[in-house]
């Protein structure tokens, strides 16, 4: 017997106001058609003025301890994925801890940018099968609106808030490949990629939070590669073919992206779980917002093969196979 990491509730937060391209369309040189077509997006919902990280955290923490019908008092750690933290320190997670009436346990954030939630899936995973907790709250939570330079058409439209959050509980299994839970995780990092994607500032170099920059055609051509790569492993190293999985839920940056990937691994569209067109990319928090919607709506069920995918700054790159 060994232990796994069942996902046992799922929840999500979106920020009421919604932007949508023909507004932008109005405060930047673009057209709702040219970020249709080169992207698949067609509105991001933006955080309210005082409206913070950590707020959308909490409500996507909540609604996921509410659908899996678990007690905040029996969370033993939460791993937050952030790369628009509240505050330079402390984590965003320990404010999450304290909103959400965890008393013990441990809170901190995870940083691998639009890779995060599948970093933080993976780190909460190691925690619950080595026993040093048993109940894991694993949030991607994004105010990227903060950082991004508003005037610069080339990376204003491909952005949005949101939040999303799984509950983990450990359940025995098998060992085998039928057992619910995450069935493997891998991640990767690229450090020499920097300059291709990063935040211009911090607190250790210019003081300020700076603005996010992006070579956005290289970016894209590293994606497509990297997480057909990646997905390959994870499948490869589960002895699971690319035909058996029930649906693919990627970071959702681009359907370009989206459609490349899963015509590179043989996964019709029909199995991809697509978010994109209403949220845009909130980096971290993009797939457990995918998750909890195609979760809430029924298509994914217990028993069925689940495959996420993800690449960011960094470069940063992982995929999760999870019976679900
Ligand atoms: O989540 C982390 C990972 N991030 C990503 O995966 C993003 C990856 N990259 C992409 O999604 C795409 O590269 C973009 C959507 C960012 C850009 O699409 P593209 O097809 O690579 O376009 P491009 O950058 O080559 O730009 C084509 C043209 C340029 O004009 P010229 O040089 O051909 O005259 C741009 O200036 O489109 C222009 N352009 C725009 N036009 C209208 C760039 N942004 C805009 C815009 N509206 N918003």
């Known amino acids: 017997m060994i232990i796994r990491s069942v996902i046992a509730g799922c929840g999500a937060y979106l920020p009421e106001r919604v932007l949508t391209n023909q507004e932008l369309a109005g405060t930047v040189d673009t057209t709702d058609e040219w970020i249709v077509k080169r992207t698949g997006i067609r509105q991001r919902h933006i955080a309210a003025k005082g409206e913070l990280t950590s707020d959308l955290a909490l409500e996507a923490g909540r609604a996921a301890l509410a659908d899996a019908g678990i007690a905040?008092?029996?969370?033993?750690?939460?791993?937050?994925?952030?790369?628009?933290?509240?505050?330079?320190?402390?984590?965003?997670?320990?404010?999450?801890?304290?909103?959400?009436?965890?008393?013990?346990?441990?809170?901190?954030?995870?940083?691998?940018?639009?890779?995060?939630?599948?970093?933080?899936?993976n780190v909460a995973d190691n925690f619950i099968r080595l026993g040093q907790a048993r109940t894991a709250l694993v949030i991607g939570a994004e105010t990227f609106s903060r950082i991004l330079d508003w005037s610069d058409r080339t990376t204003c439209v491909l952005f949005g808030d949101g939040a999303g959050a799984v509950v983990?509980?450990?359940?025995?299994?098998?060992?085998?490949?039928?057992?619910?839970?995450?069935?493997?995780?891998?991640?990767?990092?690229?450090?020499?990629?920097?300059?291709?994607?990063?935040?211009?500032?911090?607190?250790?170099?210019?003081?300020?939070?700076?603005?996010?920059?992006?070579?956005?055609?290289?970016?894209?051509?590293?994606?497509?590669?990297?997480?057909?790569?990646?997905?390959?492993?994870?499948?490869?190293?589960?002895?699971v073919s690319a035909d058996e999985v029930d649906w693919l839920v990627p970071h959702q940056a681009n359907m370009r992206i989206l459609k490349s990937t899963a015509a590179r691994l043989g996964v019709p569209l029909e199995k991809v779980v697509v978010t994109v067109d209403?949220?845009?990319?909130?980096?971290?928090?993009?797939?457990?917002?995918?998750i909890a919607e195609a979760h809430g709506d029924g298509r994914l069920r217990q028993g069925q093969l689940v495959v996420l995918e993800a690449m960011g700054g960094g470069f940063t790159w992982g995929a999760s196979l999870i019976r679900w």
Do not use: W
């Open 72 to 121: 905040p008092e029996e969370i033993d750690i939460i791993v937050l994925a952030t790369a628009t933290p509240d505050e330079t320190f402390p984590a965003t997670a320990t404010t999450v801890q304290h909103a959400i009436g965890m008393k013990g346990g441990a809170a901190f954030d995870v940083q691998a940018v639009c890779s995060g939630f599948v970093y933080a899936l």
């Open 168 to 239: 983990l509980r450990a359940e025995e299994g098998e060992g085998t490949n039928a057992d619910r839970g995450i069935l493997a995780n891998k991640i990767h990092s690229d450090g020499q990629y920097h300059d291709l994607l990063y935040v211009d500032g911090g607190p250790s170099s210019t003081g300020a939070v700076g603005h996010l920059k992006m070579a956005g055609k290289e970016v894209f051509k590293h994606a497509v590669t990297n997480l057909a790569d990646v997905v390959d492993e994870v499948l490869l190293g589960s002895g």
């Open 278 to 290: 209403r949220h845009a990319n909130t980096s971290a928090a993009s797939i457990p917002l995918a």
